[in-house]
């Protein structure tokens, strides 16, 4: 491969090896076709390391060097978000670097694209805004409102519960309201790390990376998530599997968050493990 070209005296990273056999045969086609294969990313959590005010959130220091070194080398690298596209553009740096041409971002679970500077989107949900309007008096006959909070997201509205003093039983208090709430309103509940977010049904991690696979016509995929949020993606890869496609699922390990690891082929120890996979599959690959 392409690190055999590399002097022999600098070290390369090597690819960490999956525990599962459709792991392993996941890496092996995406080292034997990247032309052909799909990078797939979640934004917070696996590129951004999570902190507690989401408009602080920024990718790793390395990340954009590992994207743009492996960008050229396969068909597409995807960042798939909850986020609208422009503000994880914006959070990880990726507007007009060079490298990143075949970059695409699918915001809000897919119903937003933007690629080479440019942003698609449909019009939001009439739910939303009716939603928007309830939610300080839901949180507040919840007994959630101290330390709780209200991110606008266009599309969709969430609530962390991070900076609460208890933040698992703020969550635990306003996961039912908040599904009574978006139900009346044509909208869905999606857990997350300390969050609720209220958006409307059919958008989803998985939908949006079937599309984009069927799109850019991959045959093979790696997708990379941390949250409750990922595990749409990661049934799709599934699928994907059962098709023909194989597959590589890499959880960016959390201590908040097990469902991911437990069905994951590869952990790795946050966004920092992140980058480091993406840059050591960029130098292995050709």
Known sequence: MG????????????????T???????????????????????????????VADPEQARAHPAALAALTALAPKVAAVTVITGRPAEVAVRHGGFDGVDGLERLVVLGHYGAERWERGILTAPDPHP???????????????????HGTWIEEKGRAVAVHTRRAEDPQAAFDALRDPLTDLAGRHGLIVEPGRMVLELRPPGMDKGVALLEHIRETGA????????????????????????????????????????????????????????????????????
């Open 3 to 18: 690190s055999h070209d590399k002097d022999s005296t600098e070290a390369v990273p090597t690819v960490p090896t999956p």
């Open 20 to 50: 599962t056999p459709p792991g392993r045969d996941g890496l092996d086609a995406i080292l034997r076709n990247p032309r052909r294969t799909v990078i797939a990313l979640d934004f917070d959590g696996t590129l951004a390391p999570i």
């Open 127 to 145: 739910g939303i805004a009716a939603v928007r309007a309830e939610l300080p008096d839901v949180i507040e006959r919840a007994g959630a409102s």
């Open 219 to 286: 045959e093979a995929v790696l997708y990379a998530g941390d949250d409750l949020g990922d595990l749409p993606a990661y049934a799709a890869v599934d699928k994907l599997r059962s098709d023909g496609v194989p597959g590589l699922l890499v959880c960016s390990g959390s201590a908040e968050v097990t469902e991911l690891a437990e069905r994951a082929d590869l952990v790795v120890d946050g966004p920092a493990g992140v980058v480091a996979l993406l840059r050591a599959l960029a130098d292995q690959l050709d």
